[in-house]
């Protein structure tokens, strides 16, 4: 089966732009998960989605991230305005069931503000 | 939350033997997992314990002691492309589809 698919891989802009990033997961997942690793520190959880409903966005840092997921497909993750602290890899993953045993990750998208 | 500590780097000749510690403390534990991560690519699952003991998957096995909230991550007869980083995630009953993660452990084998 083809893997969670992120684009883009790399992304540079200026404080204030906006970025979407987006995350394909593997079909037939119904859980889909956003993480973000910021340099030097652990990844750290950003939102859980059931189909297209979001079940637990605790680990959002700010209301300047919006995350949707039309349809229970694909997810998009909006940033903006966004900031230099945004800066990092965000990693999404998927799991058929509710990740007992563990999740299939994305290889990321590696946002640089500037 | 958990604390999850595991050391930021390890070195290791090729052939040799790494033992990766990792210890945690969270309120219901509910799971340990591994994943190695080459640089630029997906975190990858590598072992998963919520028991006591030792779990071997062909050259790498995973410990766990629940008592003592610690586990190791146990690398054989390392290989070049073994060089990687190594992240420990710990699950809570609390909430069962979140991980949290430590830093990671960049493992470097040296010819």
């Known amino acids: 089966e083809a893997g969670v698919t992120q684009f883009p891989s790399h992304s540079v802009i200026e404080k204030g732009q906006t970025v979407t990033l987006r995350c394909d997961p593997i079909?037939?997942?119904?859980?889909l998960y956003w993480y973000r690793r910021v340099m030097g520190k652990e990844i750290k959880f950003l939102l859980h989605f059931v189909k297209e409903s979001k079940q637990d966005e605790s680990g959002m840092p700010n209301n300047r991230f919006l995350a949707e997921r039309t349809g229970g497909t694909y997810s998009t993750l909006k940033v903006q305005p966004a900031e230099l602290e945004d800066s990092g890899v965000y990693f999404c993953?998927?799991?058929?069931?509710?990740?007992?045993?563990?999740?299939?990750f994305g290889s990321g998208t590696r946002l640089t503000v500037v | 939350g958990q604390n999850i500590d595991q050391p930021t780097e390890m070195t290791a000749t090729e052939g040799a033997i790494v033992q990766i510690n990792c210890t945690y403390q969270t309120s219901g534990f509910n799971g340990l997992f591994w994943y190695q991560q080459h640089a630029g690519e997906a975190p990858t699952f590598l072992s998963y314990n919520v028991l006591d003991g030792l779990e071997e998957k062909g050259r790498f096995s995973s410990f766990l002691s629940r008592s003592k909230g610690y586990s190791y991550l146990l690398l054989k007869e390392l290989q070049m492309k073994d060089s990687a980083s190594y992240l420990c995630?710990?699950?809570?009953?609390?909430?069962?589809?979140?991980?949290?993660f430590g830093a990671g452990t960049t493992v470097t084998v040296r010819a």
């Open positions: 079909s037939g997942h119904d859980n």
């Open positions: 995630a710990v699950r809570d009953r609390s909430n069962d589809y979140k991980l949290s």
């Open positions: 993953a998927s799991s058929r069931d509710r990740g007992i045993y563990g999740y299939t």
